[in-house]
């Protein structure tokens, strides 16, 4: 997916009032305004960049992925209205060097750079998961798992890409698991 | 204050114990008063999170921590609390206990209509000839008034109207009920039986016996293995006061259920000798009133009716009602439960289950059965609640590296196979581990607030080592590699079995309650809860409170009938 097909998935996830803002200011090429990490929610340019890295950890492929599942509006939900305001600070925090390593690495944003380039670098930042001194590793962690959960947890997650059943009537030990292809999704 | 006396009997309290009080009673024509302190849930209509999807539920299940830590700091423990079903929880901040920081006791509680009965975990046990006989034998505690043949045919009742289901084993340790066909063991559990079996014959793995119907059952119908049971079962499947013994005493007439009726105290008549009210504080409007009734059955809560007796004081009963011994409040015992092992099963890969079981395995007590082991270094035994499943997503994505479409792929497929095993050890009764009121703290009713004191002793200690080199013996096994011993046990409390503060005995002086659940000093006033329980057992207690209360009412009721109270 590129760019401008993964910024119009966006918007349309992102609901109209939202969207309209973010996707016509990131499209016109309109810089984002400056992060204020007590102002609510994540502003247009941090919605651009969750939205292009957990369209990477949970792509589209035989199934939807992150962004038909609406895990950047999940993300945003988090970010405003369940994380501290320290918890808020660390993940602007973490973002912004995230952005810086990747624009100094690709010598341009990470929105810009082609899927390979940001596989490179997600992988990168996951190879420094574990260093304390390493803020986008930290980033990647956190939207890994707010993808995750995000994706798993949403509509499509357990219909299309995992198998729902609410309601299952019996119980089998030992059903096999060729018959069904896919984990449940609870 | 007002007063009415229209009742044959008051019941406090409408969880699994009152509920079957109020079953019973009214089906033997008394008019019955059922008291709850908190508010009224309505079987299906109020379960709210009932096969609530997860995108559906808020934050996707993550703890919605400030709430939590301002109002459910002890509740949001437990595992079976979430958004789903927050509005069964007690709120621990309109309804608080004492702080005990340095020794803390995990009161984990509902605030509703059904009480704990709405979000148990259904395990029933029978307790054995043993159990009955532990404090005798090794003089922890007084002895019980009863023996395991007196409480047989109460098992049998409770079992035929609420449903068990489970599999025949024989074993002296753990008598079978009268089961419901038993649930099926999984692929896996099905190896473990058989090695564990083969390997250790004097143990055994068991499917969990379980309240969940396998068949349908007088207006309840047969479990759909949707899994989170503790959301509400609108097919009554699950047993629940709302889904069975509630259902069954308004059938007669003769119910007359009050929520929001918080029991300030029991009033004492000196001239009558008997509990001649039952003092009722509103808990929204703070109107007070008093009930009065020939009978009192107090089925609160350990915790809860112990709270009641002690807060009923009177100048025949300066220490609190009916304990002239003393004893009311003292020998609070809990399983101390936790200590175990886990570990992964290799290969099945081919299978998984269909459906979520209600119930996992069971290993019952194989230590000290009959007589004690040489090589043990402590009294009575432990048992193990097994689970045996493959891993879902969600335990599994921060162990699988990678992102995007290998990510994908990964997590399409389910976790290995894993063991865990959970041991629960019987906790001795000892007069140090207590409730207390501090009349210096004041609940929103004026209720002096419950302060615990309370610690696991030496024997529930020297259990720990053996019950975590047990598991891991016996998930190596099975095959199980990885295997990790876990010593670590949950917070006094949060087994949520509690039970003894009002406990029953041969001695008035040593005991509150005789053999009949009646209060030594205090004729019409019966205690049939979980303080009633001399000792502890290992097993989970919640059918035998059942069968006790039954029992109860039955011999209450022919001592009302003859006159003798």
Redesign the interface.
């Known amino acids: 997916m590129n760019r401008r097909e993964l910024l119009q998935k966006a918007g349309i996830i992102l609901g109209a009032t939202v969207s309209l803002p973010v996707s016509r200011a990131v499209l016109a090429g309109v810089q984002a305004p400056a992060i204020s990490p007590s102002a609510g929610g994540l502003s247009v340019g941090s919605l651009g960049t969750i939205s292009a890295v957990s369209a990477?950890?949970?792509?589209a492929?035989d199934?939807p992925g992150a962004i038909e599942a609406k895990v950047p509006e999940?993300v945003d939900?988090?970010y405003r209205?369940?994380y501290t305001p320290l918890e808020q600070t660390q993940f602007i925090t973490a973002e912004r060097a995230f952005l810086a390593l990747s624009k100094e690495k690709y010598k341009q944003d990470f929105e810009e750079c082609s899927s390979e380039q940001q596989?490179e670098f997600?992988g990168l930042c996951?190879s420094r998961v574990k260093e304390e001194t390493a803020p986008e590793g930290f980033y990647f962690k956190t939207m890994?798992?707010l993808t995750?959960?995000?994706y798993?947890?949403?509509?499509i997650g357990?219909k299309q890409?995992?198998s729902y059943?609410?309601?299952?009537?019996?119980?089998?030990?030992?059903?096999?698991?060729?018959d069904?292809?896919?984990?449940?999704?609870? | 204050m007002n007063e009415t006396t229209d009742f044959d009997a008051i019941v406090v309290g409408s969880g699994i114990t009152g509920g079957w009080a109020a079953k019973e009673l009214t089906e033997r024509g008394l008019k019955v008063l059922v008291l709850e302190r908190g508010s009224d849930i309505q079987h299906g209509r109020d379960y709210q999170g009932e096969h609530m999807p997860s995108w559906d539920i808020p934050f996707r299940g993550k703890p919605l921590r400030e709430l939590y830590e301002e109002e459910y700091s002890v509740q949001s423990r437990c595992y079976a609390f979430d958004e789903t079903n927050r509005q069964f929880w007690n709120n621990d901040k309109e309804n608080p206990y004492v702080p005990t920081p340095d020794k803390p006791f995990m009161w984990q509680r509902a605030d509703v209509v059904g009480g704990r009965s709405l979000i148990w975990g259904r395990q029933s046990y029978r307790w054995s000839e043993q159990d009955f006989l532990a404090n005798k034998q090794d003089g922890h505690g007084v002895d019980w008034p009863i023996r395991y043949r007196d409480l047989e045919p109460w098992y049998r009742h409770v079992e035929d109207f609420i449903g068990v289901s489970g599999q025949a084993e024989g074993l002296s340790a753990l008598p079978d009920s009268d089961f419901l066909p038993a649930m099926e063991l999984n692929v896996v559990e099905k190896k473990a039986k058989a090695r564990i079996e083969e390997e250790f014959p004097e143990r055994t793995y068991t499917i969990g016996r379980t309240a969940i119907l396998t068949e349908p059952k007088e207006g309840r119908g047969t479990c759909h293995y949707c899994g989170p049971c503790e959301r509400g079962c609108s097919v009554g499947a699950y047993f629940s006061s709302q889904s069975s013994t509630l259902p069954a005493a308004k059938k007669t007439g003769n119910l007359t259920l009050l929520p929001d009726s918080v029991v300030h105290s029991l009033e004492y008549s000196e001239n009558e000798h008997r509990v001649s009210g039952v003092r009722v504080i509103d808990a929204h409007s703070g109107d007070k009133k008093t009930y009065r009734s020939k009978l009192v059955f107090l089925c609160a809560s350990t915790v809860a009716s112990a709270q009641i007796l002690l807060n009923s004081k009177s100048a025949a009963f300066p220490n609190g009602l009916a304990n002239r011994s003393g004893v009311v409040g003292h020998y609070l015992m809990d399983h101390a439960m936790g200590p175990g092992a886990i570990g992964v099963i290799p290969g099945y890969e081919e299978y998984v289950e269909y459906g979520n079981r209600p119930t996992g395995g069971y290993v019952p007590r194989f230590r000290n059965v009959d007589s004690q082991d040489k090589d043990t270094e402590f009294l009575r035994g432990y048992g193990y609640q097994v689970y045996i499943g493959r891993g879902g997503w969600k335990s599994m994505y921060d162990k699988t590296p990678g992102f995007g479409e290998s990510l994908k792929t990964q997590l399409r497929s389910p976790g290995p196979w894993t063991m865990f095993m959970l041991g629960y050890s019987e906790c001795l009764p000892q007069y140090d581990n207590a409730i207390s009121l501090d009349e210096r703290k004041l609940d929103r009713f004026g209720i002096p607030q419950i302060r615990f004191d309370f610690s696991f002793g030496s024997n529930e200690d020297a259990m720990i080592p053996d019950m975590t080199k047990q598991a891991a013996a016996m998930i190596r096994t099975v095959g199980g590699v990885e295997v990790m011993e876990r010593t670590n046990r949950g917070l006094p409390g949060e087994a949520i079995h509690e039970m003894g503060t009002v406990r029953m005995g041969r001695d008035p002086a040593t005991s509150a309650l005789n053999a009949y659940n009646q209060t030594h000093d205090v004729p019409n006033l019966f205690v049939t809860d979980g303080s009633c329980m001399t000792s502890s057992s290992c097993v989970n207690p919640s059918l035998t409170y059942m069968a006790i209360t039954a029992r109860a009412v039955d011999i209450a009721v022919g001592l009302l009938r003859e006159g003798k109270v």
Request: charged share 25%; hydrophobic share 35%.
């Open positions: 990477r950890i949970i792509p492929t199934t999940f939900l988090i209205d369940w596989d997600l996951e890994k798992e995750v959960l995000g798993y947890t949403s509509e357990a890409e995992l059943n609410p309601v299952p009537m019996r119980y089998k030990g030992d059903y096999l698991f060729s069904v292809g896919k984990q449940w999704s609870y």
